[in-house]
């Protein structure tokens, strides 16, 4: 079994918190304690994952193309900083993109046409004096397939596909707006203007305490009358550690946290504290090492690995806070196809499967899985592979864990299965997104192999990737709809992943937050909360 110190499943609210610096409760402070390990970067485009977009991200900044954080329905795509976007009618690489007029940089300064060119070089353009080194691979592992942005007039900004691609107003979502005022300013230096950013978003990023916490107030002037925020601040503060978060709930020390560990959750109930479950485009898998230095090249292998799995005990453990996963969407939706495997808890199949593949008593399937202590999107990593690899072990497989910090494990994800970043693991335990369209060709596709994508298994095969292909030039919605779905079928019964859950975004918070509706998405609408 796996231990490492600090990592308790129980949690009783008798852990010693230390006083968190910052804010103390007042009216219209909501403080929000994460599961990041440290700070997310400030600057625009925020490391930890999703938990940094969340909290340090769309808060502050806006993007070209904003989420609209539906509560009733998968979360869609609305008008950013561009107001529009269309294709070229004689060009299918070209978009043409009108940019919002009369917004301003929390400095002060005027958004304009140049200053989006000017971000878009901070990414793109490595021999620009904005060009950001760290922040560019968060967007281009997302966003790779720009060729090139001008700006046609003072309202319009042209962007270039290096080939037709119809998802692209989705994927735009990863690029935030950061002021080119403010970063002349400060001396033009990204860490530098970290510690003074400067968005267009609802929130003001007013003071940043690296390792400690972010403090963001009210923007009044915020060019969406709608969204001025309710709440006067928000305080972020990172929070690895499950028991800490509920302990700091419990005393006061924060209004509201990120994954409670399950078994806390009756107890917080009980105590009066709101507990909120709501699905969002999530899963939980395996990404395996499909190469022919693992023994996840063989498919059967991968097959059982699948059928190992007790879903429904996992989701029991979890007190109902997520749900069996049999593919990368839910078995529920459009896309899920008609594949052949239903990855049912089958133990005896899973050994069938193994037996088949050269393996059974005396000789079993010998592999490591690279797992993170946290996480945005983790949920709770450690007792959860515990639990599975007891499964593993009940049909004949040794499956042992690397356990790393979640920085590195997103280093990992974007580097070759052989590179020596990867660990010589055999598949790596991370949450993933289904935000858009496009998820299936940055998992799946040959194209999309690491360190290019996010294939960093190498999984290989033809016809999804031709699907995929097809999918991303089509601009005929059902037609993109029935390549997606037949591509996920496929999908399905290669298993290059193991497919394990969908988390339902728990969170709990004070009796005192009012307002929140949870979005079907990574990130939350903080706008219209507010404190009672």
Excluded at 194 to 219: D, L, W
Excluded at 357 to 380: D, E, F, H, R
Excluded at 435 to 452: I, L
Aim: with cysteine; proline share 8%.
């Amino acid at each position: 079994m796996l231990s490492r110190r600090g990592f308790i499943t129980t949690a009783a609210g008798t852990a010693m918190v230390p006083a968190l610096p910052g804010l103390a409760a007042s009216p219209q402070v909501l403080r929000v304690g994460m599961t990041a390990a440290d700070l997310p970067t400030t600057h625009g485009i925020p490391n930890n994952g999703g938990e940094g977009f969340r909290f340090l991200g769309y808060p502050a900044y806006d993007s070209v193309v904003n989420w609209d954080f539906a509560h009733d329905k998968l979360t869609d795509i609305t008008p950013g900083l561009f107001t529009s976007w269309r294709i070229d009618e004689g060009n299918p690489l070209r978009w043409i993109c009108e940019v919002r007029q009369g917004v301003k940089f929390h400095d002060g300064s005027e958004l304009t046409a140049d200053a989006i060119i000017w971000n878009f070089r901070r990414i793109y353009d490595d021999k620009a004096p904005q060009y950001d080194a760290p922040a560019a691979p968060i967007v281009r592992a997302t966003v790779s397939m720009i060729a090139a942005f001008e700006k046609a007039d003072d309202k319009t900004v042209v962007l270039t596909t290096k080939y037709p691609f119809s998802f692209l107003p989705y994927l735009l979502t990863r690029l935030l707006i950061a002021s080119p005022t403010q970063w002349e300013a400060v001396g033009k230096s990204w860490a530098e203007f970290a510690k003074k950013p400067s968005g267009t978003g609802p929130f003001k990023i007013t003071r940043v305490v690296q390792g400690q916490y972010a403090e963001m107030t009210r923007n009044e002037a915020y060019w969406d009358p709608k969204r001025v925020p309710k709440l006067e601040k928000l305080v972020v503060y990172p929070m690895p550690e499950a028991t800490t978060r509920v302990a700091a709930l419990r005393s006061g020390q924060v209004d509201w946290i990120e994954v409670p560990p399950a078994d806390s959750i009756p107890s917080l109930k009980q105590a009066g504290l709101q507990i909120s479950v709501w699905p969002y485009p999530h899963t939980y898998p395996y990404a395996l090492n499909c190469t022919d230095t693992s023994p996840f090249k063989d498919v059967r292998v991968r097959q059982a690995l699948n059928y190992a799995v007790d879903r429904d005990g996992l989701c029991k453990m979890l007190n109902g806070t997520a749900k069996p996963a049999m593919g990368l969407y839910p078995s529920t939706d459009p896309l899920f196809g008609k594949p052949v495997n239903k990855y049912t808890y089958d133990p005896e199949r899973a050994k069938a499967l193994l037996k088949e593949a050269g393996y059974g008593p005396g000789k079993p399937v010998k592999a490591k899985i690279m797992i993170s202590t946290s996480g945005s999107g983790q949920m709770l990593p450690i007792p959860m592979n515990e639990f599975m690899q007891q499964n593993f072990k009940a049909v004949g497989m040794d499956i042992d864990f690397d356990v790393v910090e979640w920085g590195t494990m997103l280093v990992a994800i974007r580097s070759d299965p052989k590179a020596p970043q990867s660990h010589g693991v055999d598949g790596i335990n991370i949450s993933l997104s289904f935000t858009d369209p496009s998820s299936m060709f940055r998992y799946y596709a040959k194209d999309s192999f690491s360190p290019t994508n996010y294939n960093w298994g190498h999984w290989d095969n033809a016809e999804a990737t031709d699907l995929l292909r097809r999918a991303q030039a089509t601009f005929n919605a059902q037609e993109q709809a029935e390549l997606l779905s037949k591509a996920h079928a496929i999908i399905v019964d290669e298993a290059p992943w193991l497919f394990i859950v969908h988390d339902l975004n728990p969170r709990a918070m004070s009796k005192k937050v009012t307002g929140f509706s949870p979005a079907q998405s990574w990130y939350q609408d903080f706008t219209q909360i507010s404190m009672s």
